[in-house]
């Protein structure tokens, strides 16, 4: 059985650091790409980071780059996001995704369909 859950969430101030895991169970993690989401509050799904299989090519929102960075161990079936310069508007559910890719990631939801999704952890960031 396939299950991604997230964990790491919870209240940090403006400027702290947190890091999100998304631990896999029921398929080989290096064949899959993951894909990290959030969504605040009345707005659209928006996509954070991802990271391709093997060698683990990786992508960043615009809105993170610089501060968030995305890595993975194949052994441990975890995918982690480092969150780092923390903003209030980063504030939201965070949730990990998979799909079985060749090559790359994107950060659009609908590449990784609907069936491979984790629940999400809460990042609240506020002071």
């Known amino acids: 059985q396939v299950q991604l859950v997230e964990s790491g969430g919870g209240l940090v101030q403006p400027g702290g650091s947190l890091r999100l895991s998304c631990t896999t169970s029921?398929?080989?993690?290096?064949?899959?790409?993951i894909g990290w989401f959030r969504q605040a509050p009345g707005k659209e799904r928006e996509g954070v980071s991802c990271i391709s299989r093997n060698p683990g090519r990786t992508l960043y929102g615009d809105t993170v780059k610089g501060r968030f960075t995305i890595s993975k161990d194949n052994g441990m079936n975890k995918v982690y996001l480092q969150m780092n310069t923390l903003k209030p508007e980063d504030t939201g559910v965070y949730s990990c995704?998979?799909?079985?890719?060749?090559?790359?990631?994107?950060?659009?939801?609908?590449?990784?369909?609907?069936?491979?999704w984790g629940k999400g952890t809460l990042v609240t960031v506020s002071s």
């Open positions: 995704a998979a799909v079985r890719r060749m090559i790359g990631c994107q950060l659009v939801s609908s590449y990784y369909g609907e069936d491979y």
């Open positions: 029921g398929f080989a993690l290096n064949d899959y790409a």
